[in-house]
């Protein structure tokens, strides 16, 4: 069973930091790799998205990587901004059976990021 | 092209009550999944659905859940004889094919059973 574990659990930054969150899953047979933002209250806003053969994503100030293989990617948000503030989520797809997959997604528990002036 | 739509925005029942949650996938996607965020719990996976078809219902509670996606009209959620313990966020995804690559969410539904 699919397992993922994020770290930090809560992160307070003051403005300006690079910062680096974690994330970990137990079954390297992943499809693809998401990461996902959350305001509190609201839904679920996508930043970026690795497939399996991928390294790594870069939308602007952010960057995930992946190493699947160890079973861990990382996502570093440079110069930190206090909109940053809210949770991030790891998500991962598994592999189905004949290689494919759906939209099934397992969750890390998130990072909760407060970034202060 | 709007997005993954869901209403009610909140939603409030007493215990016994039903509750019915509604999405409305993005146009031209024809796969739903439902998710259940509890509080201070990460988001779960409940139900996959095509059009007309559950496809995996591996995340449903066994009693009292059920979800449907018909030909026409919205994905509807239902939830049968609420209690407390249903007090979540619901969120709903949808895709456009089998062979997707990205999730699109919608805002969610809040449900607070009182």
């Known amino acids: 069973k699919q397992e993922v574990t994020q770290i930090p659990a809560a992160l307070s930054v003051p403005e300006g930091e690079n910062l680096v969150l974690n994330c970990s899953f137990t079954?390297?047979?992943?499809?693809?790799l998401q990461w996902f933002r959350q305001d509190p209250g609201k839904g679920l806003t996508s930043l970026l998205l690795?497939?399996?053969?991928?390294r790594e994503q870069t939308s602007g100030r952010l960057n995930a990587s992946l190493d699947k293989s160890s079973g861990r990617s990382t996502l570093y948000i440079a110069a930190s901004q206090p909109g940053d503030s809210a949770t991030y989520l790891c998500?991962?797809?598994?592999?189905?059976?004949?290689?494919?997959?759906?939209?099934?997604?397992?969750f890390g528990q998130g990072t909760i990021l407060t970034v202060h002036p | 092209n709007a997005g993954v739509m869901q209403n009610p925005r909140h939603l409030v029942r007493r215990r016994g009550q039903e509750a019915r949650l509604r999405c409305s996938p993005m146009?031209?996607?024809?796969?739903v999944y439902w998710y259940r965020q509890l509080p201070e719990e990460g988001l779960k996976f409940m139900v996959y659905?095509?059009?007309?078809?559950?496809?995996?219902e591996s995340g449903m509670p066994k009693e009292r859940f059920s979800a449907e996606f018909p030909k026409e009209g919205p994905s509807i959620l239902r939830i049968q004889q609420v209690v407390r313990g249903d007090s979540a966020a619901y969120f709903c995804?949808?895709?456009?094919?089998?062979?997707?690559?990205?999730?699109?969410f919608g805002q969610g539904t809040r449900l607070t059973v009182v």
């Open positions: 995804a949808s895709s456009p094919s089998y062979r997707i690559t990205e999730a699109f």
């Open positions: 079954d390297s047979a992943i499809y693809n």
């Open positions: 690795i497939q399996s053969s991928q």
């Open positions: 998500a991962v797809m598994v592999v189905g059976a004949g290689g494919t997959s759906y939209g099934k997604l397992t």
């Open positions: 146009k031209g996607h024809s796969h």
């Open positions: 659905l095509q059009k007309e078809n559950i496809i995996d």
